[in-house]
Each structure stands twice: as structure tokens, then as C-alpha cells.
Antibody, heavy 116, light 109 residues
Framework: QVHLQESGPGLVKPSQTLSLTCTVSGDSVSSRHYYWNWIRQPAGKGLEWIGRVYSGSITSYNPSLKSRVTISIDMSKNQFYLNLGSVTAADTAVYFC????????WGRGTLVTVSS | QTVVTQESSLTVSPGGTVTLTCASDTGAVTSAYYPNWFQQKPGQAPMPLIFSTNNKYSWTPAHFSGSLLGGKGALTLSGVRPEDEADYYCLLYFGAVGVFGGGTKLTVL
């Protein structure tokens, strides 16, 4: 069983960079079986796919966020990361890390509030 | 920006059957879009139900099934139970980019 756990600051100031970590246990982030995704959900709203990384370094991003997003992996720590730059209040949401496809595992999510 | 559309809300009686659909503004949904379905209950993370159109996870209840129907992705619940009341989201892939539908609020009444 693969377990994912999000971590990071719960409060980020406008114009700064939101940085989150997803720690994976039960399997390796270097495994080619998994696509490692970030998804977010503003309060009371639907899910938004942010992007994913797989095979160590191949990334794809939501076009509406692409200019501000970077997703990366650290195999030595068995973690993957989300960096979202130039944040505004509209980026306030619960952020989830997850695998998709044949291996469907999600973290519990972490609330990030953008406020001064 | 590609738009994926789901019914905003549906109501079904216990024991009944209901089909939720997932449409793309680019045209017919096919297996090449790898439709995924998720269930989300209040305060919880989404739970994956279906991947690649009609494949279930080990934890997917037997009365859920996925398919393609009339050019859309579809999730059918047969013999609906009160605990199936939840929000349901579909996810389609357009090449390497995923797009969620807006979600369907399913009421069991």
C-alpha cells in the first residue's frame, strides 16, 4: 500500500511562492508505475488538476498555471514537490498529492491560505 | 482551455440506477481520454473509483461501473445505497494534460 502525505506552510503571502512537499511511503518515487500528481480544491468548489511528474523528470502542467508551476522529484528523499509562484488569494485551496491510473492513491490534503 | 462538463446535480432513490456523464467540448470522449472517476464525501479526500474508462480498483464497490455512452464517459451506479450520496468527479486526459469536470452532486432520496 502506497501512502502519500502533503506538508508545507499553511499560510503564504501574496506574490510569494507556495511550496509543498509530498512524502511517499510504500514504494519509490523512481518507480515507472506511477504518475505523481498535484491537484487542488478551493473551499466549496471542484477539483483542479495542477500537473504531474513521472519517470523522474517528465512533467506536464495545467496550461492556465503553467507559467507559475514547477513540479519536481527528489529520489533520495522519496518526495515530490510543488512550487507555485506569484500567488494570489485565488490560489487559496486544499492541495492534494496523488497517483493516478492503475495505482490510485491520494494524500489527505493540506490547506494553504494566501493572505497578508 | 478545454472544458469538461458533468451534470451539476442528480437525485436517485435507494435501490435505483443512475448514470453520471462526462463530456468534452472538443468532441466525443473515447478511451483515448482515459476517463477516471472519483467520489468525494464532505471533508474527505477524493477516492478513486474508475480508471481508463472501465477499470476498477480493489476498493471500488461492485455496484459502480464505468463505460462510454453516447460520446461521453459514464459512471453507472446500480442498486444505489444511501452511502453513495456524494460528489462525483470525472477526469479526462488531453494528451498529457488532465482536466477535471465540474462535479456532480448525487443525492440519494
Amino acid at each position: 500500500q502506497v501512502h502519500l502525505q502533503e506538508s508545507g506552510p499553511g499560510l503564504v503571502k501574496p506574490s510569494q511562492t507556495l511550496s509543498l512537499t509530498c512524502t511517499v511511503s510504500g514504494d519509490s518515487v523512481s518507480s515507472r508505475h506511477y504518475y505523481w500528481n498535484w491537484i487542488r480544491q478551493p473551499a466549496g468548489k471542484g477539483l483542479e488538476w495542477i500537473g504531474r511528474v513521472y519517470s523522474g523528470s517528465i512533467t506536464s502542467y495545467n496550461p492556465s498555471l503553467k507559467s507559475r508551476v514547477t513540479i519536481s522529484i527528489d529520489m533520495s528523499k522519496n518526495q515530490f514537490y510543488l512550487n507555485l509562484g506569484s500567488v494570489t488569494a485565488a490560489d487559496t485551496a486544499v492541495y492534494f498529492c496523488a497517483t493516478m491510473g492503475t495505482m490510485g492513491y491520494w494524500g489527505r490534503g493540506t490547506l494553504v491560505t494566501v493572505s497578508s | 482551455q478545454t472544458v469538461v462538463t458533468q451534470e451539476s446535480s442528480l437525485t436517485v432513490s435507494p435501490g435505483g440506477t443512475v448514470t453520471l456523464t462526462c463530456a468534452s467540448d472538443t468532441g466525443a470522449v473515447t478511451s483515448a481520454y482515459y476517463p477516471n472517476w472519483f467520489q468525494q464525501k464532505p471533508g474527505q479526500a477524493p477516492m478513486p473509483l474508475i480508471f481508463s474508462t472501465n477499470n476498477k480498483y480493489s476498493w471500488t464497490p461492485a455496484h459502480f461501473s464505468g463505460s462510454l455512452l453516447g460520446g461521453k464517459g459514464a459512471l453507472t451506479l446500480s442498486g444505489v445505497r444511501p452511502e453513495d450520496e456524494a460528489d462525483y468527479y470525472c477526469l479526462l486526459y488531453f494528451g498529457a494534460v488532465g482536466v477535471f469536470g465540474g462535479g456532480t452532486k448525487l443525492t440519494v432520496l
